[in-house]
């Protein structure tokens, strides 16, 4: 496992570097003159040109390229044009919100979609199946912004039991929850529609194995049979798309974010596409690469944890 | 020999049943076995005859959406299996009777060492600890001759030959030492020599341990090396039933004659094999007479009005499917 684990984190460095240098030539890509794309067309020369060596632009493209690679290595991500602090500061700042997010889905979806799923496979073609897979139809259905105004209606402003205007960043734990609770449930409906299916899909192909019928017949009860025999074996399938949502999931946390107005990635970016901030939105996609190889990377571990014959091949 | 013995399982009249396009057509009919302590009973036909259908349904495995027991009785220690609740069956499953399947490639666990696999069944039936369990799983995998057992305990099922699994798949079935034990073609997926060895070690352990075993297999060679009775199933029915020793000296069905025509033997150029022609029909288009009548080299006109019973024939214990046979014998 440990030499498995190794070799994982070995095959991220050469992902990470694609990753950068397809970001150093995105960004190279955008038509026109940067700094007179920042600064806008009144600016005078003399600016247009402090700025240029600012941003490095007056270097050899691959002078450009290799102080690009070697600020990230280093944990240098320039300064936001708006606001002069360093974009790694901008980031950190609004980071645990965002992640606070994304982790509150997941774990909404995960908790709610696993057991829903499993009871779909398990009672196939029963009410359970046809409910299931109508709350992930309809899950799947609603845009993160068509869902998120419905729940601030009914559970903020109808009801009042959450608050409309969020600010996210109350130090009192209870209010941070309460902060919480509508926009993690939003992106984690997503998210359970998502798990439902693919494990109602694959314990439905494990619950047909041979060695099921082997787990029966030594005399492994119902509840056994789907947790330890069946659940492992499927779990597989149900790791990908958690993983592969998690980059969809950081998407609509953008969205879902501007909706419930927290403070978070989101916000940040919106801010930083308004005032042309280019170094920060360079910093946000970094940290986004970075965030989606962490999350692919981590769930090949899974993989290797779950299953034994992943570590061999 | 099994006459003076006690009867360990005895099937009545079982009926199984299996759903096919909204009507259920039975896989397996009117079909009435028993099994002596200690006896070897061999169950041979071709494939879609309906012996993997009459050993799950002993144990109660078919499929629960689609598949019944329509008719009969299974009778063990006293009670009737078909009438028991889940719960009392998986009391029963793995523990006082057990079965190995036919693909040692897909019916163990991949996510579980074998030896977790081999304790599972004494910790659920035993009520052991899970050390203790452990402990006998590697006894177990010692008595089926897993090579260096103390460190293949903890490996997992893709780490073994096909014949290595198919011992742990027996050393499962052991765990907790049933009195009848299910085997449903365990060999034929290995390859000859290992086939040769798996058998041989299934007949040690069947005498060291005291069981009665039900072997299914197409393969009348191995029926020889093991068995001390045969009952021949086609399209869900026994059709004979005899001794090893009556069967291979005095074939009286058609369709066992033509079984063992296709048996490669020592004595004959493997050229002279003559497979059987035709099918067994299959459960949605079972023929109102004799299910062989189609393929049989004897058949009379009166073959396909009436389902002919199953009759004793010349020797003791001996029963055929054949009425034209047991005329011919009489007359
Ligand atoms: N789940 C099922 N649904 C419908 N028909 C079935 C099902 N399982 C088995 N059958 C049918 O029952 C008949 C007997 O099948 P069975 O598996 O018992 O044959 P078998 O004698 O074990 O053959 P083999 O040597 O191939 O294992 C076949 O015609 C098969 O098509
Ligand atoms: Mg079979």
Redesign the pocket.
Known sequence: MIRYAIKRLLLAIPTLFVMLTAIFVLVRLVPGDAAAVILGDQASEASLRALRTTLGLDQPVYMQYLSFIGDVLTGDLGRSLSSGRSVGQEVLLVLPYTIELTLAAIVIGVALGLPLGIATAVRRNGWVDYAGRLISLVGLSFPAFVSGILLLIVFAIQLGWFPVLNSGSSGDPIERLRNLALPAFNLGIIMMAYVVRVTRSSMLGVLGEDYIRTARAKGVRPGRLVIRHALRNGLIPIITVVGLYFGTLIGNSVLTEIIFNRPGLGKLILGALNARDYTLLQGLMIIFAICVIAVNTLTDLAYGLVDPRVKYK | MQQNQETALDIRGLRTE?K?GGRWYP?VRDLSLDVAENETLAIV??????????ALSILRLL?QA??RIGAGEVLFEGRDLTKLSEREMSSVRGNSIAMIF?EPMTSLNPTMTVGEQIAEAITIHRGASQADAMAEALRLLKEVKIPSADSRLHDYPHQFSGGMRQRVMIAMALACRPKVLLAD?PTTALDVTIQAQVLMQLDELKEAYGMSVVF?T?NLGVVAQIADRVAV?YA?EVVELATVDALFANPAHPYTVALLRTMPRADRATESLEPIPGS?P??TAMPEGCAYASRCPLKQPSCEDKRPELLPFDGPGHQVRCPVRLEQTRG
Do not use: N, Y
């Open positions: 299996f096919v896989a036909g071709e494939s879609g005859s309906g012996k993997s259908v009459t499929p689609g598949a036919q073609e299914i197409h199933m869900g067994v299959p459960v």
